[in-house]
């Protein structure tokens, strides 16, 4: 069927010219709505109770709902007049409750059928398929120890932009535009990504206002390896052949969307970000000089493959998500429980404790003589050994007293201004 049949059999039932009314100008483009996973004549979606009225699969109507025009069972706007941009309930209410998690949960979900399985990063792209978490509303449930962004603090943000966003706006549209969002697989609950049915799921927030709002990754020039040439993608589970995100034998990023330039719309050197999960303003973090950003090695590194152990000249650049879950995790920071091709030995608990290096050792290698080798002994400029307890309270360290995103060593840095190396930037 031609894109523009397709258009005709969607697009003009019941609700359609009542949104046009109602909703002044309209930015949602027929033919990316169609792609989306929403907009699927198949697939998309389908609310029990406005499908119930006749609505087909895929409409509009199963998200904008007219007060005065559609009965059925509602979620009714709760203060009696119509929700934001005339939505079927309100956009976002808090942490666990909103239009999107009305759909996006594993059990008493409006979409008929009861049950939309979603699932983390390390899952569909990491190929980590024990993971049970199975829903989007879950993914973002994760308290101390564990994280999640958090929701309320991503609406105040957004709002505080010029990117075009509404004080009320739901904030999963920071980072997903709900017409035009594909399914990476689609239809395929409990599938990993492959190189075969790829979708893409994520729109940059500081496009937000561009008309139409566009996906980003699904263009080869938003993709990692056009940000960087020195990108190398971590093995999927269990493999030493095949790799992140979509288990083939890419390994430059080339079917990878550009996830640092997405994350740095926010996260970045000058953005002034307050997170009521840690009780602070995150750290303003400059990528171009971060280690696992565009910075370089300084010394010797030793790595595990697919990382080439050798001097601090191979300057490999990291995707934010190679460490972090985009939603939420059972670690703290969204830290993957699955990195490099194998399971993290075990939870981290504290962000200050040494649980923090199963993080590390899925890629850097200290196997030979634990993390002593790696800072006392290799050919590294690393520390001489002396007035030990200057440093150890006990062994090991609290590593990320030293390792997080920004540290740096030494005078004007934070820690052991009387060792060398100073001025090290340790992250
Ligand atoms: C999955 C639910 C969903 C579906 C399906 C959906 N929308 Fe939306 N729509 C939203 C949300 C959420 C917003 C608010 C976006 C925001 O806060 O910026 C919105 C906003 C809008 C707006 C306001 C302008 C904008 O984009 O912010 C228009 C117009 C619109 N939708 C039209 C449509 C039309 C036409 C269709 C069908 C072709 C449709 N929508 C299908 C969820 C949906
Ligand atoms: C800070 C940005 C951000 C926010 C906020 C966000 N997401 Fe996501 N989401 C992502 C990224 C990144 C991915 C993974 C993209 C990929 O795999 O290419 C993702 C993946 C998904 C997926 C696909 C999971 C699967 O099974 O493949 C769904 C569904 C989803 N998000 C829904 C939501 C909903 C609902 C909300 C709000 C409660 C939300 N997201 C908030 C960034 C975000
Ligand atoms: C739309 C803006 C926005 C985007 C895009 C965004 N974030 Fe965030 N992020 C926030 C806000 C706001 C906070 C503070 C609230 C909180 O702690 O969750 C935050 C907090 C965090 C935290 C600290 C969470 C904690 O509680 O310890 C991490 C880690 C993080 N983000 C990683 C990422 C990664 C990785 C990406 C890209 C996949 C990303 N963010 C994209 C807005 C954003
Ligand atoms: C009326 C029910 C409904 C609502 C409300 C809804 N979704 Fe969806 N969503 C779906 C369905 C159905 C799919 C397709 C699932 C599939 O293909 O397996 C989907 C797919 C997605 C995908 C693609 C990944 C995937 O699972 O295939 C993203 C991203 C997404 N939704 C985000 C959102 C966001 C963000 C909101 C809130 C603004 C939202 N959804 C609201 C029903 C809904
Ligand atoms: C996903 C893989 C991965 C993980 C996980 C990881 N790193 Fe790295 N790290 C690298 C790579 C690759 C480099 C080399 C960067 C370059 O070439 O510029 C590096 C470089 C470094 C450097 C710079 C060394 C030097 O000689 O300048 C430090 C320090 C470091 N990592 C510490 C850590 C710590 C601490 C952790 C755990 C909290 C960690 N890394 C987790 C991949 C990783
Ligand atoms: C007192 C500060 C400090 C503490 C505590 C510390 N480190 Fe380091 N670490 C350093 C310095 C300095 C370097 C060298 C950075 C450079 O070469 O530029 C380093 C380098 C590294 C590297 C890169 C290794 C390489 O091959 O170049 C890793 C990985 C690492 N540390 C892990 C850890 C872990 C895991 C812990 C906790 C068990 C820890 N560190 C505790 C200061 C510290
Ligand atoms: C300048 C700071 C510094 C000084 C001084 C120092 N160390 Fe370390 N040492 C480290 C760091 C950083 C690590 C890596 C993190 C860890 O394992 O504690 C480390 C690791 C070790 C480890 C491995 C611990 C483990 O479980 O992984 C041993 C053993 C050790 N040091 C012994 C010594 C001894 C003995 C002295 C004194 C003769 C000494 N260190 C002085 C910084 C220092
Ligand atoms: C090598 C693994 C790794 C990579 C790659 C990585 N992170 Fe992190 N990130 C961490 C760890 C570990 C922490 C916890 C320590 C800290 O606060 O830096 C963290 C913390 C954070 C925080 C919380 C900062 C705060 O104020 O406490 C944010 C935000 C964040 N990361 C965003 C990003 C973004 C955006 C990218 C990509 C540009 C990225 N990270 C890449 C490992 C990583």
């Given at each position: ?7 005709l059999s969607?697009?003009?039932?019941a609700a359609?010219p009542?949104l ?6 309209s ?11 929403h907009?699927?004549s198949?697939?998309?979606?389908s ?6 009225l006749g609505?087909?699969q ?5 998200c904008?709902?007219p007060h005065a025009?559609?009965q059925?069972s509602?979620?009714?706007?709760a203060?009696?007049s119509?929700?934001?941009?005339l939505?079927f ?8 409750t909103s239009?999107c ?7 008493g ?7 939309i399985?979603n699932r983390?990063y ?18 973002f449930?994760?308290?101390s ?5 958090n929701l309320?603090?991503?609406q105040?943000f957004?709002a505080s932009?010029?990117?075009?966003y ?6 999963c ?5 709900p ?23 994520i729109s940059?927030p500081r ?5 139409p709002?566009?996906?980003?990754g699904?263009?080869a020039?938003e993709?990692?390896?056009s ?6 993608a971590?093995?999927?589970?269990g ?5 992140e995100?979509?288990g083939?034998?890419?390994?430059d990023g ?7 330039t ?7 050197a ?11 303003n995150?750290?303003q ?9 565009l910075?370089?090695?300084d010394e ?5 493959p697919p990382?080439?152990?050798?001097s601090?000249s ?8 190679d460490?972090?879950?985009?939603h939420g995790s059972?670690?703290p920071?969204?830290?993957r429980q699955?990195v490099n091709?194998?399971?993290l030995?075990?939870a981290?608990?504290?962000t200050?404790g040494?649980t923090?290096s199963?993080l590390c050792?899925r890629?850097?290698d ?14 590294d ?5 002396r007035?030990?307890?200057t440093?150890?309270?006990g062994?090991?360290?609290?590593c ?7 540290a740096i060593?030494?005078s004007g ?5 009387d060792y060398?190396?100073f001025?090290?930037?340790t992250?």
């Amino acid at each position: 069927m031609s894109l523009s049949q397709r258009n005709l059999s969607v697009l003009p039932a019941a609700a359609f010219p009542i949104l046009v009314i109602l909703i002044p100008a309209s930015p949602v483009q027929a033919g990316s709505y169609l792609l989306s996973a929403h907009g699927d004549s198949a697939n998309g979606v389908s609310r029990t109770s406005t499908a119930a009225l006749g609505y087909a699969q895929g409409n509009c109507a199963h998200c904008h709902e007219p007060h005065a025009s559609i009965q059925g069972s509602e979620p009714a706007p709760a203060d009696g007049s119509p929700s934001s941009f005339l939505l079927f309930t309100t956009p976002f209410t808090n942490q666990s409750t909103s239009l999107c998690f009305d759909c996006h949960v594993d059990t008493g979900s409006r979409q008929t059928g009861g049950a939309i399985t979603n699932r983390s990063y390390a899952y569909r792209a990491g190929g980590w398929t024990s993971d049970t978490l199975n829903d989007v509303q879950e993914s973002f449930a994760f308290t101390s120890p564990g994280s999640s962004h958090n929701l309320s603090d991503i609406q105040t943000f957004i709002a505080s932009q010029s990117w075009g966003y509404a004080a009320d706006a739901n904030p999963c549209v920071a980072c997903h535009n709900p017409h035009a969002a594909q399914g990476d697989p689609e239809n395929a609950p409990n599938a990993t990504k492959s190189s075969t049915t790829r979708g893409w799921l994520i729109s940059r927030p500081r496009q937000h206002g561009g008309n139409p709002w566009p996906l980003w990754g699904d263009d080869a020039s938003e993709r990692m390896n056009s940000y960087t040439s020195a990108y190398q993608a971590p093995y999927r589970f269990g493999s030493t052949s095949t790799y992140e995100p979509d288990g083939s034998t890419t390994q430059d990023g080339a079917n990878l969307t550009d996830f640092v330039t997405f994350c740095t719309d926010c996260h970045n050197a000058t953005n002034t970000i307050y997170s009521t999960n840690l009780g602070r303003n995150l750290r303003q973090i400059d990528w171009a000089n971060e280690k696992h950003g565009l910075g370089s090695a300084d010394e010797y590194i030793d790595m595990l493959p697919p990382y080439t152990a050798g001097s601090g000249s191979l300057g490999y650049v990291l995707s934010c998500l190679d460490c972090h879950e985009p939603h939420g995790s059972s670690n703290p920071y969204l830290l993957r429980q699955e990195v490099n091709g194998g399971a993290l030995a075990g939870a981290i608990t504290t962000t200050t404790g040494s649980t923090f290096s199963y993080l590390c050792e899925r890629c850097h290698d200290n196997t030979t003589n634990t993390w002593q080798d790696i800072h006392h002994f290799t050919n590294d400029s690393a520390y001489a050994r002396r007035a030990c307890s200057t440093c150890h309270g006990g062994y090991p360290q609290d590593c990320s007293r030293c390792h997080y995103h920004g540290a740096i060593t030494g005078s004007g840095g934070v820690n052991q201004t009387d060792y060398s190396p100073f001025n090290r930037r340790t992250f």
